[in-house]
């Protein structure tokens, strides 16, 4: 008898300028890397056709179905941020903030930045992204999330003991059969010898809604609500887990596939199964774990290779991800809160997914997400290559003031020490000639 | 029964000033191979260059060609011949017949010209002659300097025209000042032509646009490269250089940037000081360019190669870091893939034919000067880069093959046949 968990992820970056070498430069290095207006022209075209007409919609399907329809959710910081700026984004937040007082939307955690932290040797940067991004939940939306997505579901063994250990209840990730082999999607597990509970994706159905809903070569074109909820009805399992990118609804399928009257039905199509109803995540995580998964190297939901390689696949993101790792270190020992902040968002891992170069028909799919619009990747690679090699100039730049000054301070204490012990050297000689 | 063509062209290794004579050459070779037979017509100098294929049959034309080496005595070109006597009589007295072929064509003197003139009168009366023996099947011409004996052979002879489009001479002229007289013969040709054949998508748009034909009667052909002929395995400890080179390498004309690469080169320079930049090649911006890089200050650090063979090129493609193509208007764009045989990361102007089907490579519009010299110096600075284009660029260029030039010409040649 399967539940249906329905979840959703909502991020929009914060997309970079064209550097140019030859330019003056701004003082505020958020106006100096990243392009406010093309990201408000996105954010705002994204409101209309997607966020906004789909929250209100599932809005409307949680209080029409009386907390029988639940769903789950997660929002980058890099999202909240732009939305906080304008009129539109803040109403989209006044949605989710209703939604939120329902009870049934649960949030989950993330990377704040959406980035590949979690990839660092030093997984410390990861952490502190994380704690980031529950804090701005906590904020905004008053809910504590149990529950953890890495960014792009990013998954192995490593990355799912660090989750445990910072006291996540549950992950989810991507069940393919590589991993999984004989076993199915649909049941929860757990992470290799822990206790950290694991939702895997699946594929199929979720690709059926988030991928194949508009495509006319499918063979079950055109989908309906009805016929999708026989085929989850039908479905053998504890959990039928349908993980998707929220802009499925407006962005990835424009409003004129029917993909909203697919989504108004599908709550009230699937209840009319006995054996269907909606779960949280958490609600979900209550089910039995039915074995654990091994996963030794890392697994995404991105391509048909479902790793990493679409930002670490060539050796332009491989220089890019080590300068990052490099920067790291640097902002660690600067310790200043906003230069940090702009190296976070200069690891959302959009950056890099803009520089791959994997196989042309996979390409394809990359260009249609790109907003470089005539850029190759290669000039994708340049300009964030020498965007990060400005950041850390300026970095070194800060830092030598930082080290200048914490010498100046430090021959100081010495000098006043070397004089308290002399003092009290000679005040102890004095002392003992005394006696 | 082989095809038999009349291509008319205009250079021929080793009298090249550019990308026609090499396609040429290499064309000829290859429908040889394929058992075309080629009679190339071309204005005779003093030396002959050899037929690249048994099959090809080198014509060279001047008011001898008439006489003796060709066997033009026959009875049956009796009436022509008298009259073939009389242009003799004629040309031979100018001083400057025998001299054109020798005179740079980018040097637009009115002997060039006139040249061009008498060129195409003869031709086109040479074919009428040898058609009688040699029985072609089409004349395939080779740009405007070909195309009033195309047109007036084809018509005489009654066989279909095809035309090539290597540039326009709106390409010549980087759009500024175009030879009104020189348009309306490419117009005439583009027209006459029962199918014309374009260097690249570019042109093809071109053409259809500024002559007014459809894009349906013009197909793309774009052009090979002999992998044997421009790869080398020199090194740059061999000429004594180090340091990173930047190469430009091309007609020092308006038409193909060099003034921009220059301008380059200064902003290079102010970032990156330890960076040699070569213009090669010869051309009559030449005075200019080198006034330029005084005032700009960086004299000491542009060396002017003057003109290169093909013999040497490769040289200087292997002490290489970058290839620079810079071009106001390049219909295609061979140095290009020259340069990516031998690994060198190309920058690209985007108006060029063969950034349009290069993928490894970098593109810039040639007037952006900035973005030009900020992609020479990532490719300088950032050696993953480097060897991504690098490697990328040997194996896209060795997808192009006149081979496959020759087999597409064919295709267009066969669909005219009917």
Redo the contacts between chains.
């Keep these: 008898m399967p539940d249906i968990c329905l979840y959703f992820h909502m991020h929009q970056p914060k997309r970079l300028k064209k550097y140019?070498?030859?330019h003056y430069k701004q003082n505020d290095l958020e106006q100096e890397y990243f392009n406010s207006s093309m990201n408000q022209h996105y954010f705002e075209k994204a409101s209309e056709k997607c966020y906004s007409p789909a929250l209100k919609l599932l809005l409307r399907l949680v209080e029409e179905n009386h907390g029988k329809f639940a769903f789950s959710l997660s929002v980058t910081g890099t999202f909240l941020e732009q939305a906080l700026k304008t009129k539109s984004g803040r109403e989209i937040i006044e949605t989710l903030q209703q939604l939120s007082s329902t009870g049934r939307l649960e949030f989950l955690d993330e990377t704040y930045y959406h980035s590949l932290a979690s990839l660092f040797p030093d997984k410390s940067e990861f952490i502190s992204q994380v704690k980031k991004h529950s804090e701005i939940i906590k904020d905004l939306f008053n809910q504590t999330p149990k529950v953890f997505r890495n960014t792009e579901l990013i998954y192995s063994n490593e990355i799912a003991s660090v989750v445990e250990s910072m006291g996540y209840k549950g992950i989810l990730t991507e069940g393919i059969e590589h991993v999984l082999g004989w076993k199915s999607p649909n049941y929860v597990y757990k992470n290799l010898n822990g206790n950290l509970k694991v939702l895997l994706r699946n594929y199929k159905l979720s690709d059926d809604v988030g991928y194949r809903f508009s495509a006319k070569w499918w063979a079950d074109f055109p989908l309906t609500a009805d016929k999708y909820a026989s085929w989850l009805s039908g479905t053998q399992g504890d959990t039928v887990n349908l993980f998707m990118d929220f802009e499925t609804f407006g962005e990835h399928h424009w409003k004129d596939t029917g993909i909203f009257e697919f989504l108004g039905h599908f709550p009230s199509e699937s209840l009319k199964y006995q054996n269907l109803s909606f779960k949280t995540v958490s609600e979900t995580l209550e089910k039995e774990a039915k074995d654990q998964i091994d996963v030794p190297y890392n697994l995404s939901w991105a391509d048909m290779e479902r790793d990493v390689s679409a930002w670490l696949g060539?050796?332009?993101q491989?220089?890019c991800f080590f300068k990052l790792q490099q920067i790291s270190e640097k902002t660690k020992i600067l310790n200043d809160e906003n230069t940090s902040h702009i190296f976070r968002l200069l690891q959302t891992s959009d950056h890099l997914y803009y520089i791959c170069?994997k196989s042309w028909a996979d390409g394809d799919v990359h260009k249609h997400f790109s907003p470089y619009k005539?850029n190759?990747p290669?000039?994708n690679?340049?300009n964030y290559?020498?965007i990060l090699r400005d950041f850390e100039m300026q970095l070194d730049q800060k830092l030598d003031v930082k080290a200048k000054e914490q010498s100046e301070v430090l021959s100081f204490q010495k000098m006043l020490n070397t004089k308290n012990i002399f003092e009290s050297a000679s005040f102890s000689a004095l002392a003992a000639s005394r006696r | 029964m082989a095809l038999k063509i009349a291509m008319l062209g205009w250079e021929f290794p080793p009298f090249i000033s550019g990308g026609l004579g090499v396609h040429c050459f290499e064309l000829t070779k290859a429908l040889g191979e394929r058992g075309v037979l080629v009679d190339f017509y071309m204005p005779k100098s003093q030396i002959v260059p050899d037929s690249p294929h048994p099959n090809v049959k080198i014509i060279p034309v001047d008011y001898s060609s008439f006489e003796g080496e060709i066997d033009l005595h026959d009875a049956e070109f009796g009436p022509y011949y008298k009259f073939l006597k009389t242009i003799a009589q004629t040309t031979q007295s100018d001083q400057n017949s025998r001299e054109f072929v020798e005179t740079e064509s980018e040097s637009y003197g009115l002997n060039f010209f006139e040249a061009v003139g008498r060129y195409n009168f003869l031709v086109a009366k040479l074919v009428e002659i040898m058609h009688k023996k040699r029985h072609y099947d089409l004349i395939h011409a080779h740009d405007w300097i070909t195309a009033k004996a195309g047109i007036s052979a084809s018509k005489k002879i009654r066989k279909k025209l095809i035309f090539t489009f290597h540039s326009t001479e709106f390409d010549r002229t980087a759009n500024l000042s175009p030879f009104d007289w020189i348009l309306a013969i490419e117009s005439e040709a583009a027209k006459n032509a029962a199918h014309i054949i374009a260097v690249s998508n570019m042109t093809r748009m071109h053409v259809s646009e500024k002559f007014q034909v459809s894009p349906n009667k013009i197909s793309v052909v774009y052009n090979g490269v002999d992998m044997s002929k421009f790869k080398s395995n020199a090194k740059k400890e061999h000429f004594g250089i180090s340091g990173s080179v930047v190469l430009f390498h091309g007609r020092l004309s308006i038409q193909k940037g060099p003034d921009y690469f220059l301008r380059a080169a200064k902003?290079v320079l102010q970032?990156k000081p330890d960076v040699r930049f070569i213009i090669s090649g010869k051309g009559d911006m030449l005075p200019q360019l080198l006034s330029d890089a005084i005032s700009l200050g960086i004299m000491d650090k542009v060396t002017f190669t003057g003109y290169v063979s093909n013999e040497h090129l490769p040289y200087l493609y292997s002490i290489a870091d970058v290839y620079v193509l810079p071009s106001v208007s390049e219909p295609f764009g061979l140095t290009v893939l020259e340069a990516m045989i031998n690994g060198v990361p190309a920058i690209v102007s985007k108006s060029s034919g063969v950034s349009e089907i290069i993928?490894?490579?970098?593109?810039v519009d040639f007037w952006d000067v900035?973005?030009m010299?900020?992609?020479i110096?990532?490719v300088l600075k950032?050696?993953?880069?480097k060897?991504?284009?690098s490697d990328g660029a040997k194996s896209e260029a060795s997808y192009f093959s006149w081979k496959k030039t020759a087999d597409e010409t064919l295709l267009v040649y066969n669909k005219n046949m009917s």
């Design positions: 140019s070498l030859f060539n050796k332009l491989g220089a170069t005539e190759t290669y000039d690679f340049i290559m020498n | 902003r970032l993928n490894h490579c970098l593109r900035d973005e010299a900020s992609k110096l990532a950032y050696t993953e880069l060897e991504m284009l």
